[in-house]
């Protein structure tokens, strides 16, 4: 199972980081280009995970993802 942490900007200007994971999928590029393709559709949801809560994230109230590095920012 893939997964990643996403740091979402709402269209209000609150940010938030959510981890998504999707069983199945075990590659992360992916499971990006499914968090994009599926925010990008105008009725686009995911479920995620934002601290011990899971939400509902729907893409017409998000304005920017970004998504974690992978590695050590240097």
Do not use: F, K, N
Request: net charge negative; aromatic share 2%.
């Amino acid at each position: 199972m893939a997964g990643i942490v996403l740091r979402v900007r709402l269209i209000g200007g609150d940010r938030m980081d959510i981890t998504y994971e999707r069983p199945g999928m075990s590659d992360q590029d992916e499971l990006i280009e499914h968090v994009i393709a599926t925010l990008s559709e105008d009725t686009g949801a995911l479920q995620c995970r934002h601290g011990g809560r899971l939400i509902v994230l729907y893409g017409r109230g998000v304005a920017a993802i970004e998504v974690a590095p992978r590695g050590p920012v240097l």
